[in-house]
Structures are given as structure tokens and as C-alpha cells.
């Protein structure tokens, strides 16, 4: 995983309303694999967590740019507040079309031999939304997810994809960035509280993770998810508090 800065909250923009939208994102959906996955449902806003279906998902991408890098490999962890379905985890290595940068190498340790055999996000399209119909996704920085599918599938299908997210990223935000420091906190070299993964994983006693490997780093993060809503939550919080 790459990381950005956490996109702007939309503080004050109305709520999705995702069950409806996705009933007219079925009926809109020109692929039948995007029509099956709008078909499948939203869960509605006011379910509360306990109830929740969720898939940890996580990219390696080759760059920051979803208009001119592509992913590398995906990685999806099934999970409830209950339970963590590693059996049914899923990871993918992906063929970007492009060489892939000596830097992005270093990060996340796939290799130009490794994408030279492997299939091209379409070839594993089909079984990537099966796994995620139905459920709400859980990543860490949506700005890297979210963008990079929906860049993919336009680019290939002519049409993209829309899908509800509960931010880890940005639920850490809310708790340690709600105010900028000051100008005497920054004079004297204070710097803001890391959100990163592995930083923020460690301020709930979570055990550290090699990190940039996509099924990893996914179930870093359904574990996160996990221990945010123990500490800060309740189970019967409604999903509409967290998602995005």
C-alpha cells in the first residue's frame, strides 16, 4: 500500500443513500459482472456494526496516479465484528501493462517476472465482485482503492464503479486530527499524530505486520477496524457513523 493524505471528509454533503443507488447503478450497469454486483445490494445505513458484512480490501499499485499507474495485486479479507474469515481470503497478482519502477519494486517486493505471467484485472474481475457483493468494503485511505478500481474499470469496461467504505484512515483522523497544531506546537517541532497503518494499529496493542504485501495488509486492516470499533463504538452503533 501506498500512502496519500486522507481525502477531504465532505463534512455537511448529504449522506449516500447507498441501498437506492445501487439499485440504479444495477439498472444502469452495462457489464453484466457490474449489474451482478449492484444487484447484489448496499447494506443500508442504519444497520448497526454487530450485523455488518465486511471485506478488508488493499491495492499495490505501481504509483500514486490512477490515471497513469495500474494495480499490481489486490488482496480481500472477509470479516465481522465477531469473526475474521482468513480461509476465505483472497490475493491476486496483476499484470499492469507498464514496467514497473525500481522504487515500487523495493516497496511492495513484486517482481517484473511475477506480472509477466499474470492475468489482467479483467481475467479476475468476475470473481473480485462476488467477493465483494454483498458487503461493505473496509480500507485504509479510500483515495487509493476506490480511485484505482474505478480508474481500472473505466478503462477497460468504459464504465466505472461506486461502493460504500468505512475508512480506517480516516476514523483515526477524526480521533487525532480534528484540530491543525498550533503555531507554538509547530515552532517547538511537534509533529501530528501518524495515521499510518502500522502506526495506528500500535496505538490499540496490535501486533506489527510486514507491511505492502495486499492480503496482509488487508487483514491489518480488518483487525484495525476491529479494535477502533471495540474502543470507540458500540455494537449497535449504526454503519451510517463510519462509512464514506
Excluded at 468476475?126 to 478503462?155: K, P, S, Y
Aim: proline share 8%.
Amino acid at each position: 500500500m501506498f500512502y496519500l493524505r486522507p481525502e477531504p471528509e465532505g463534512r455537511g454533503a448529504p449522506p449516500t443513500e447507498w441501498p437506492a443507488l445501487f439499485e440504479q447503478l444495477a439498472r444502469s450497469a452495462r457489464d453484466y459482472r457490474l449489474e451482478r454486483y449492484y444487484r447484489a445490494g448496499a447494506a443500508g445505513g442504519d444497520m448497526p456494526l454487530a450485523e455488518v458484512p465486511f471485506v478488508a480490501m488493499d491495492f499495490e499499485t505501481t504509483g500514486l496516479n490512477p490515471g497513469k499507474d495500474a494495480i499490481v495485486s489486490i488482496g480481500l479479507v472477509p470479516f465481522s465484528l465477531q469473526r475474521i474469515r482468513c480461509r476465505e481470503a483472497r490475493h491476486w497478482i496483476l499484470n499492469p501493462h507498464k514496467p514497473l519502477a525500481g522504487e515500487s519494486v523495493v516497496i511492495h517486493g513484486i517482481t517484473h517476472a511475477e506480472i509477466k505471467t499474470a492475468p489482467d484485472l479483467l481475467l479476475v474481475l468476475d470473481e473480485l465482485l462476488v467477493a465483494l457483493a454483498g458487503r461493505v468494503v473496509v480500507v485504509h485511505h479510500r483515495g487509493i482503492e476506490r480511485r484505482f478500481l474505478d480508474a481500472a474499470l473505466r478503462a477497460r469496461l468504459n464504465e466505472g464503479i461506486r461502493f460504500p467504505v468505512v475508512d480506517t484512515m480516516e476514523l483515526e483522523a477524526r480521533l487525532h486530527r480534528r484540530r491543525p497544531l498550533g503555531l507554538w506546537d509547530r515552532l517547538r517541532g511537534r509533529k501530528p499524530v501518524s495515521i499510518r497503518l502500522a502506526d495506528s494499529r500500535g496505538r490499540y496493542h496490535l501486533p506489527y505486520y510486514q507491511p505492502h504485501h495486499a492480503q496482509t495488509d488487508a487483514l491489518a486492516t480488518a483487525e484495525l477496524l476491529q479494535a477502533q470499533i471495540a474502543y470507540h463504538y458500540r455494537p449497535d452503533t449504526p454503519l451510517r457513523e463510519l462509512w464514506c
